[in-house]
């Protein structure tokens, strides 16, 4: 709870110094707030910054930093006899760590007092069985060496957070004394708040890409840890995939082409599905529709994007396989198999029509009103302005929009597994089973894993590559619709 | 007798447009009052009159532009060779085709500058062949007075024009087409003496074969091209006549005020 305290303690010093600073900078304009070089308010939250930030920056670095320090102190009490052959010192540090909670526990339900929890000797007194009462269950008798580690513990960690506690409260005073300093009526306050605004702005996108670079680099470093144990252009240009889990022998083959076939193959069929379908219904949403029609149809389309892909996977699995089956590929001889790349494709495309529709017709929609009357004007029908000017002037954000589509077909994996199967082959029939780089991922990562072996390493390289091809296509997408504005704006 | 009978005839004969009790209503709002106005054949016809008082919204009504706004409601007769516009019967679209019009914000396509003039012909099957065609955008071009400075880029985007450019890229756009009647809303506010001129030229070059109505806010301008005025003023035409007439010695106290700089 101090921590908390802390914080509320802070603030509340800020939003005095918001008051204050507010007040001090109208008393050096003479109360004339049109000589202040800012609102007034900025002054205020000029202080309140300076007071705030730095100090809730410190003890939250304070925080992550207090730990670290007490664990190696105190892993330095620890004899290095008490480290036998079946302990390790983090096991014993976790003991430590335990008992320290149980004597906090035990203080605070008044079942010790503050210097006995300090004094306790382990010879003395039964201290699993006192720390039993207070319900902390220890699996063994407390050694002496941890119950004094436990004790320095608590009393290191006690001081730190004295320590803490004064040094933020310290730079929050000063902070807020020095922004009290700086206010005067020429103080450019307007300008420090608006940087601070722009700071935090900045820190805002880096976070975003600092997680997409760690993102990359945890991939980059597992793919190495992989290509170390399986020859890349066997995992590039192998064209069979049979990973064998130990125990049942024999070499995996790991060759990724059968798979990306699967993804590349099956996120086809579902765009030619997705594209004209979600296209001409946004174009008919957007030209064709009366008010009323698209008040109700619009909603409806997009009920779609909310239905969970297992449930399509379902829809797959039941109703679009058997079907596909029976009236198609049994009857011209291309198959026996419900699970095919035609299923899972018909069904993802299904799923993928209100991304296009619900982009497509927001893109057309932006087309200006003088582009349709300029074509109209001229004696066109809506048919023809359609296809000649509206589709044209929108056809970057229709890219855009098609190749989010691509992207998210190229990830998604539950319709893959109940859709099309599990079993990674190389054929052009569509009505075979085949499948996907994702459902591989997961099938490597689940069950009993080795994170050594290069079985379970291969799901990280094929995620590294599935991300390039959606990087690829992500560039694509830029180029293209850069490519258009440049001509069209 | 017989020479009262000819003048009469005459008159009936060379009458293009004949709008009756026209009223426009944008929802609740009423924004053109009972007009009547006959325009005529191979005429210039000017429409004046203060910021806000109907002038493009009348001009929209003679190409069944409104029909693209859901809230304007147009009432009353309007005859474009003695047929009614707003008939059932009759197609919007080929309507266009015969009234063209250059709107008030120029609004080229985002299509090359070529295929922007192109637009009207290829869409009506104008040009049997690509010569035919090149000769079209380049007479439009020309009749446009923007000839020389697109010659060079004429597969540049007409989006790239600057506003000027563009404004006569709309009137070629517009003229490629060969309508009988162009309805022109401010076709030179965003032009220097030298493309007015020129284009005031089109207007009068325009007028053998064509009918031609252009809103205007120069004064200057109504009583250089045109040959017919009409003042609008609040929704209502308070005035039309000949363009002398109506400059030199307008019946309504309104009109004059407005000509002579006291009102708008
Ligand atoms: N699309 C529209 N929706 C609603 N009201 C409109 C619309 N267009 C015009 N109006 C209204 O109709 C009236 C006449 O407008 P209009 O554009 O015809 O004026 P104008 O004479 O062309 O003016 P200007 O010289 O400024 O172009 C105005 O009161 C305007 O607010
Ligand atoms: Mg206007």
């Known amino acids: 709870m101090p921590v908390l305290w802390l914080v509320i303690a802070v603030l509340l010093l800020a939003a005095a110094g918001y008051v204050a600073g507010r007040q001090r900078a109208l008393t050096s304009a003479g109360n004339d707030p049109r000589d202040l070089h800012s609102l007034p308010s900025y002054y205020g939250s000029h202080v309140f910054i300076k007071t705030a930030v730095p100090a809730l920056i410190a003890m939250m670095l304070w925080l992550l930093v207090q730990p670290l320090v007490i664990e190696s102190r105190i892993s330095n009490v620890i004899p290095d006899t008490a480290i036998s052959a079946d302990t390790t010192r983090s096991l014993v540090m976790a003991d430590v760590r335990r008992v320290a909670e149980g004597l906090n526990l035990a203080v605070n339900q008044g079942a010790m007092s503050a210097e006995d929890a300090a004094r306790v000797r382990a010879d003395t007194t039964d201290v699993r069985e006192r720390l039993g009462e207070v319900g902390i269950a220890l699996g063994s008798d407390v050694e002496p060496y941890v119950l004094q580690a436990a004790q320095s513990y608590r009393a290191l960690s006690a001081a730190m957070s004295t320590w803490m506690t004064l040094f933020v409260a310290a730079l929050a005073i000063a902070g807020c004394a020095i922004g009290l300093m700086r206010t005067r009526k020429d103080f450019r306050a307007r300008n420090v708040v608006e940087a601070a605004i722009l700071a935090l702005l900045m820190l805002a996108s880096t976070i975003a890409i600092l997680t997409t670079l760690g993102i990359i680099l945890s991939m980059l470093f597992e793919t190495r840890n992989f290509f170390q144990q399986y020859p890349w252009h066997d995992f590039f240009f192998g064209l069979t995939w049979s990973p064998s889990f130990s125990g049942r022998g024999g070499a995996s083959q790991l060759g990724i082409v059968p798979l990306l076939w699967g993804t590349l193959y099956i996120s086809f069929i579902a765009l030619l599905v997705a594209v004209p379908i979600g296209l001409f219904a946004a174009i008919y949403m957007s030209e064709y529709a009366s008010p009323k029609a698209r008040a109700v149809a619009k909603p409806l389309i997009e009920i779609l994007a909310g239905i969970p892909t297992i449930v399509y996977g379902l829809f797959a699995l039941i109703t679009v396989g058997p079907l596909l089956r029976d009236y198609f590929a049994q009857p011209m001889g291309l198959g026996e198999s419900a699970s095919s790349v035609m299923t899972a494709g018909i069904v993802m495309g299904i799923m993928l029509i209100p991304f296009v529709s619900s982009l497509s017709d927001d893109i057309i929609n932006a087309v200006p009103q003088a582009m349709r009357d300029g074509s109209l004007g001229l004696g066109a029908t809506q048919s023809e302005t359609i296809k000649q000017v509206i589709v044209p002037a929108a056809l970057p954000g229709i890219v855009g929009a098609i190749l989010l589509a691509a992207s998210r077909a190229i990830g998604e994996t539950m319709i893959v597994v109940l859709g099309a199967g599990a079993a990674a082959k190389l054929d052009l029939n569509p009505f075979e089973a085949m499948t996907t780089v994702t459902v591989k991922i997961v099938s490597q990562l689940t069950g009993d894993t080795d994170f050594a072996s290069a079985e379970t390493l291969v799901a990280f390289a094929l995620g590294l590559t599935l991300f390039v091809i959606t990087l690829g296509l992500n560039v694509l997408a830029l180029y293209i619709v850069r490519k258009y504005r440049e001509q069209y704006e | 007798m017989n020479d009262m009978r000819f003048t009469e005839r005459a008159v009936v004969e060379d009458k293009k447009i004949a709008a009756k009790g026209v009223q426009v209503y944008y929802g609740s709002n009423h924004a053109i009052k009972d ?203 308070v005035e039309y006549g000949e363009t002398g007439q109506i400059f030199t010695n307008p019946e309504d106290p309104r009109t004059e005020s407005y000509i002579t700089g006291r009102i708008g």
């Open chain 2, 35 to 237: 007009v009547n106005v006959d325009i005529l054949d191979k005429t210039v016809t000017a429409f004046i009159g203060p910021s806000g008082c109907g002038k493009s919204t009348f001009l929209r009504c003679i190409n069944r532009m409104n029909d693209t706004i859901d809230i304007a409601r147009v009432e009353g007769d309007i005859l474009l060779d003695g047929e009614d516009i707003y008939d059932a019967k009759v197609d919007p679209v080929q309507l266009r085709a015969k009234v063209g019009m250059v709107f008030q914000k120029p609004n080229p396509f985002p299509k090359s500058i070529y295929d922007n003039v192109a637009y009207g012909p290829r869409i009506h099957g104008l040009a049997r062949t690509k010569a035919d065609l090149d000769e079209i955008v380049e007479k439009s071009l020309r009749r446009a007075a923007l000839w020389d400075e697109a010659k060079d880029r004429l597969e540049q985007p007409g989006t790239g024009l600057s506003g000027g450019q563009q404004q006569r890229l709309c009137i070629a756009r517009a003229v490629a087409t060969s309508p009988e009647v162009l309805l022109m809303d401010e076709p030179c506010s965003a032009l220097d003496p030298i493309a007015t001129a020129q284009v005031e030229e089109l207007i009068d070059e325009l007028r053998e074969r064509f009918s031609v109505v252009i809103v205007t806010h120069s004064m200057q301008q109504a009583a250089r091209v045109s040959q017919r005025t009409a003042f609008f003023h609040l929704g209502e035409l």
